[in-house]
């Protein structure tokens, strides 16, 4: 669905921590690689709907962005893609253990993150989203 590279792949991770791991950040552009459709499914299946979100706008300064979540909102609009798809094999820098996946729309930017979060495991054991809220409609701030 993200039209990831084969060999860039198992570079990032056989080769982590060692000289020969190539600093390689691929730019997928209307590529026939990414399958945008399953990608979006993937979103809003990963998004879910039909209920409220509440999230800390900003450490320390106590306040909370809240937005209902409409079925039809996410379908329609939020899990959309509309930005080009950036795949970073080793994280940005290259260098890591990760392989990170970016795109946005107009209300979210996302980040899709391939990767060990089991502390000795080189290879990947989790693809976890992350998410960024830019501009919901009805979007509350307390």
């Not at 094999?89 to 970016?102: A, C, E, L, P, W």
Request: net charge positive.
């Amino acid at each position: 669905m993200c039209g990831l590279e084969e060999d860039a792949f198992c570079n990032t991770f056989n080769n982590f921590g060692k000289p020969m791991q190539k600093s390689k950040n691929i730019k997928h552009s209307g590529s026939k690689k990414v399958n945008k459709n399953v990608l979006q499914n993937f979103v809003k299946t990963a998004m879910g709907s039909n209920y409220w979100m509440i999230h800390s706008r900003d450490k320390g300064h106590n306040m909370i962005n809240m937005y209902y979540m409409d079925p039809g909102d996410v379908d329609s609009r939020f899990s959309r893609i509309t930005s080009d798809v950036v795949v970073f094999y080793g994280g940005k820098d290259g260098s890591g253990k990760r392989i990170d996946v970016q795109f946005s729309n107009n209300h979210f930017s996302f980040k899709l993150n391939i990767r060990s979060k089991t502390g000795g495991l080189v290879y990947p054991t989790n693809i976890m989203m992350e998410y960024k809220t830019l501009s919901i409609p009805g979007k509350i701030t307390l």
